[in-house]
């Protein structure tokens, strides 16, 4: 497993050489949360998991990203 400031390291070197757009880099996920929604996260109030799935869910996409339609 890769740790975790390795990773981020990467994915700060891959936005300076342009190899991956901020739109699809996971540094720039919670830029537009506040102060109070990150602390609701690490305090385990907000499960973002579950928003993920349910986002997922949104767009007609399973757990893998394969269209399944909406219900």
Known sequence: ??????????????????????????????????????????SGGINVVELVKFELRSRGLNEEGRFVGFN
């Open 1 to 42: 497993m890769i740790h975790p400031m390795q990773q981020i390291n990467e994915w700060k070197a891959a936005a300076i050489l342009g190899f991956i757009p901020d739109d699809e880099n996971p540094l720039f996920l919670f830029n537009r949360a506040t102060k109070e929604m990150l602390v609701e996260i690490l």
